[in-house]
């Protein structure tokens, strides 16, 4: 917990005979990672459909 702490709040790497084991990313980050990747995920999805018919409904014809 000490290396993770002198991280300062900012992602450590974990060495293992100077090779990467693992990263620890503090929550925050781990968060903002995870709402980054949905967006990009979602505009992707929305990209993909952009090119389908757009179908008018009313709220009260549901």
């Known amino acids: ?9 900012f ?3 974990i060495l293992n005979r ?13 968060e903002a990672l995870m709402n980054k990747l949905e967006d990009m995920e979602l ?3 929305a990209d993909a459909r952009s090119s389908q018919a757009v179908i008018k409904v009313k709220l009260d014809e549901l």
């Open 43 to 45: 505009n992707a999805i």
């Open 1 to 9: 917990m000490g290396t993770v702490a002198a991280g300062e709040g």
């Open 11 to 13: 992602p450590v790497a």
């Open 18 to 30: 100077n090779q990467p084991a693992f990263y620890c990313v503090p929550a925050k980050a781990y």
